[in-house]
């Protein structure tokens, strides 16, 4: 029983309902190539509806997926996308996913006193830091939060990367993200805030309410980063320079 449970852990954890993530996958495994199946149909899925939705592509590539960062054998994934990629069935391959989805038009926040029962269950509870993200990972598709409440959440974690970990799990459960720089403040280390805009994009983690509080350096090899670069030009260019 427990042998069949590691084998396969990571499909019974996959959260198809909010699937944003770093994920290393073994391909020889039956359950972990059933992970990447999942998020290869999903990443064509979303696609298809940024594209006739007219959404800003904020890919990669710019190609409209949501996968970032594809290695396939520890190097990068030689192919435009994984969708026009046949997956084999052997070796490891290693992916972000950070999906488009959404909270719904009117969509609220979860109660501050649900919240504060769920960080009084985490604490009491023995365990690693490792154990209580994919605790949370599990069940954030339950989950609405506002940005204040992201940042309580943050608070159970004393380690960078653990922080980073939350965000990115519970970026795309924000009710508020026009209030990120509440959240910010807790990951705003220039490792911590680099690694957010490689796993999300840097258009999407771009710091649309206070930019010139921002560092950045672009690489123009990279769709999205190219448009964060043309739009924080635009940004300065507006600039009334009576205001300096």
């Known amino acids: 029983g427990i042998r069949v449970l590691k084998k396969t852990h990571k499909l019974l954890n996959f959260n198809a309902e909010n699937p944003t993530g770093r994920y290393s996958l073994d391909l020889g495994a039956p359950a972990e190539f ?12 979303e696609a298809i ?15 409209y997926s949501r996968m970032r960062n594809v290695c396939y054998r520890h190097q990068p994934l030689d192919a435009r996308s994984v969708a026009e990629w046949t997956l084999p069935e052997f070796d490891t391959l290693e992916l972000d996913y950070a999906s488009a989805k959404r909270p719904p038009q009117g969509a609220e926040a ?16 023995p365990g690693s830091q490792v154990m209580r993200l994919e605790a949370l990972r599990t069940v954030s598709d339950k989950l609405f939060l506002n940005s204040m409440q992201l940042r309580e959440l943050l608070g159970l974690f004393a380690e960078g990367s653990a922080r980073v970990e939350c965000i990115v799990t519970f970026f795309g459960r924000l009710v508020d993200i026009h209030n990120s720089k509440v ?8 490792a911590d805030v680099d690694l957010l805009r490689e796993r999300l994009g840097i ?3 771009f710091p649309y309410c206070q930019p010139e509080q921002a560092s950045f350096a672009f690489d123009f090899r990279v769709f999205d980063q190219r448009i964060a670069a043309s739009l924080l030009r635009k940004l300065a260019d507006a600039e009334d320079p009576q205001s300096n």
Do not use: H, P
């Open 34 to 45: 059933a992970v990447a199946q999942r998020l290869k149909l999903l990443d064509m899925w």
């Open 49 to 63: 509806v940024g594209r006739r939705k007219g959404r800003m592509d904020t890919s990669e590539k710019g190609n």
């Open 110 to 125: 979860l109660d501050d006193g649900a919240l504060r029962k769920l960080l009084a269950t985490i604490c009491s509870r």
């Open 203 to 205: 258009l999407e983690y």
């Open 183 to 190: 959240f910010r403040v807790r990951a705003e280390e220039a």
